[in-house]
């Protein structure tokens, strides 16, 4: 069972950066189709980046299209996302799902992915 763990999570000043990151003990994430979530509270959980296993490139949510990358470290099989000028709108618990029959990526559709992180905790403040 593959089980997920996110971590670089913390408290930023808005306009901060962090990168968060997502492996899975005894397992490389290479050939899984990574995509991340981020749930703030009183609010349903919103897609904000992806990257699939090999075909097309990554995508991100329009929220944060430009201040979000998502990228592979193939050696290590982890998957990280990086996000620059951070908000205190971008506070919240992300999480990191994994699936490996997706041929591409998704952050529109949570229930593509089978496998899900518990989840790193963000917090944009001053």
């Known amino acids: 069972q593959l089980q997920l763990v996110e971590s670089g999570g913390g408290l930023v000043q808005p306009g901060g950066s962090l990168t968060l990151s997502c492996a899975a003990s005894g397992f490389t994430l290479n050939y899984y189709a990574i995509g991340w979530f981020r749930q703030a509270p009183g609010t349903e959980r919103e897609g904000v980046a992806c990257?699939?296993?090999?075909?097309?490139?990554?995508s991100y949510a329009d929220i944060v299209d430009g201040r979000f990358t998502v990228f592979r470290d193939r050696t290590k099989g982890k998957v990280y996302v990086q996000m620059n000028n951070l908000q205190p709108e971008d506070t919240a618990v992300y999480y990191c799902?994994?699936?490996?029959?997706?041929?591409?990526?998704?952050?529109?559709?949570?229930?593509?992915?089978?496998?899900w992180g518990q989840g790193t905790e963000v917090t944009v403040s001053s």
């Open positions: 990257n699939g296993s090999s075909l097309g490139g990554p």
């Open positions: 799902a994994g699936d490996l029959t997706l041929a591409g990526c998704t952050v529109s559709t949570a229930g593509a992915y089978a496998y």
